[in-house]
């Protein structure tokens, strides 16, 4: 190291305050040797360098040098001293040899460990940089993956909104067919306003419906009689296939309103005849007129002014209609006329009970829209037994006596049908009519502890087989019937609870 020029000792001065920063225990150092300037590297300790580098200052005048000569400033150590020239020469030779032999680390193991190190950085940069890599490929597949799901989103949103604008259209257009259909039937009803129908009256094979009429005319207005003209005059329906001999009602359409009152403004007379006299109403009028009539017998058994025109109850002085029923008084509700509360029982009967299959109750099932359960039974019953042209005149009518009537001709698949596979949709029908209608929902589950039973003496499968009023339904051992309409009520009950 003695040997070293001021070339020598710049390069390592240089290189030794680089690496120091890496390495703080061990210095490389590259040194010139010979005249073509090759170089040999070693590693030494830091403090053989310094001690060189006091040495150098103060016996040779090196520019760029710190020391007497030189212009540059020594490298600090660890201690931050300096050797004088009294030490220097006070310093034993042995030594100072003995002392820089023990500074000296294995050169061959600190060059390996600083390499080792350098190929580990290197290596880690390498494995950072295909990470890097892999995953700015992942963002962009996710990105990819992100746009064409927006896309995909987008798509459906704007989907959704078409088909929310139709459902609006298809909403409209109901709304706009209910209110055509109304009018119609207004104007049909109003075509009507000259007709009468009468019921009761025998039929005899062969005979002139006119000359009847007239013959009835004749008994009901006795002195007062004069020829009637008639439009039209005809038995309603068609003759019984089966050889019955009950007559059909006879319907008369009078020339002018005013033969056709004065007939009308004797009806009461016929009381006690079995002749009954009334109005002639579309089907749809009749209807109505049937749910609200037994209204109208309460309010007059209370002694309250009421009275029917067409499908309008006037209840003092107040109109109702089958849309606004429920805002009759409490003691008026249709149904507390047809349903009668024991400590057991819940008994119903009558298209007037909100617990009736014929009660106008509308709801969707299995995408179909029905306006009450008997629609939607005899429509399953028709499509079970692959009668498509029952099915679909059933979703026709609004009627649910019609639509029984026509159910009633389909042929069930098996003799077991109602018990079994009617059973179990008759459950899901029910259930679905009162999860459509919370006022209804809260009626049935007020009925709680008590078992619901139909009383219709013409139905021994859904019914009890008894009459409503009759005091033997309130036992269940009087039953002739096996009750399933109210089984299934129990059970719409208990899964809506």
């Known amino acids: 190291m ?3 020029d001021s070339f020598g000792v710049l390069q390592i001065v240089t290189i030794c305050d680089y690496l120091k920063l890496h390495e703080p225990g061990v210095w490389v150092i590259h040194l010139p040797l010979g005249p073509v300037h090759s170089t040999v590297s ?3 300790h830091p403090s053989i360098v310094l001690k060189r580098w006091d040495w150098l200052s103060e016996t040779k005048n090196i520019p760029g040098m710190p020391g007497k000569g030189g212009h540059g400033k020594s490298p600090p150590t660890k201690h931050d001293k300096r050797s004088s020239p009294q030490t220097k020469a006070s310093a034993k030779p042995d030594q100072q040899e ?20 350098l190929e580990g950085i290197s290596a880690d940069i390498r494995e950072i940089n295909k990470n890097i890599s892999e995953l700015r490929e992942s963002i962009d597949f996710c990105h990819a993956q992100y746009t064409d799901v927006q896309s995909k989103v987008d798509a459906v949103t704007q989907k959704q ?4 604008h139709k459902i609006g259209d298809i909403d409209a257009l109901r709304q706009e067919n209910s209110q055509l259909k109304q009018r119609l039937e207004r104007l049909e009803a109003y075509s009507r306003r000259d007709n009468l129908k009468i019921t009761g009256l025998p039929e005899r094979q062969g005979e002139d ?9 004749k008994s009901l207005m006795k002195n007062d009689y004069q020829p009637i003209t008639l439009v039209r005059c005809h038995r309603l329906g068609a003759k019984p296939s089966d050889g019955t001999s009950k007559a059909r009602p006879l319907i008369v359409r009078f020339l002018t309103t005013i033969d056709r009152n004065s007939i009308w403004n004797k009806r009461r007379e016929l009381k006690g005849q079995n002749i009954w006299l009334s109005e002639d109403f579309p089907v749809e009028t009749e209807n109505n007129r049937k749910r609200l009539y037994p209204i109208l017998k309460q309010a007059r058994s209370q002694g309250i ?6 499908d309008r109850l006037t ?11 429920q805002t009759l008084p409490k003691n008026l509700q249709i149904n507390t006329t047809s349903t009668k509360h024991t400590d057991r029982y819940v008994m119903f009967f009558g298209r007037s009970s909100i617990y009736s299959n014929f009660h ?4 969707t099932l299995d995408n179909i829209r029905f306006n009450c359960v008997e629609q939607a039974y005899q429509h399953r019953k028709a499509l079970d037994a692959g009668d498509t042209k029952a099915a679909s005149d059933i979703l026709a009518t609004k009627d649910p006596v019609t639509q029984k009537h026509v159910g009633d001709k389909v042929k069930a698949k098996n003799k077991k049908w109602e018990k079994n596979e009617g059973l179990t949709f008759m459950q899901k029908a029910v259930t679905a009519k009162f999860s459509h209608n919370e006022q209804f929902k809260a009626e049935l589950l007020s009925t709680k502890g008590k078992c619901f039973v139909e009383c219709n003496p013409h139905d021994k499968i859904w019914s009890c087989g008894l009459k409503l009023d009759d005091p033997k339904s309130s036992n269940a051992a009087n039953w002739t019937g096996l009750n399933q309409l109210g089984l299934c009520l129990d059970e719409a009950r208990r899964s809506l609870s």
């Open 2 to 4: 003695d040997t070293c």
């Open 98 to 117: 003995e002392t820089d032999s023990d500074d000296i680390p294995s050169s061959s193991y600190s060059a390996q460990l600083v390499l080792a190190k």
């Open 209 to 217: 419906p006119g000359a009847v009429a007239q013959e009835f005319f």
């Open 360 to 363: 106008s109750s509308p709801f």
């Open 161 to 164: 909104s078409q088909l929310e």
């Open 42 to 44: 070693c590693v030494v």
């Open 305 to 310: 002014k009421a009275y029917l025109n067409a």
């Open 315 to 325: 209840v003092d002085g107040k109109i109702y209609t089958v849309d606004n029923v």
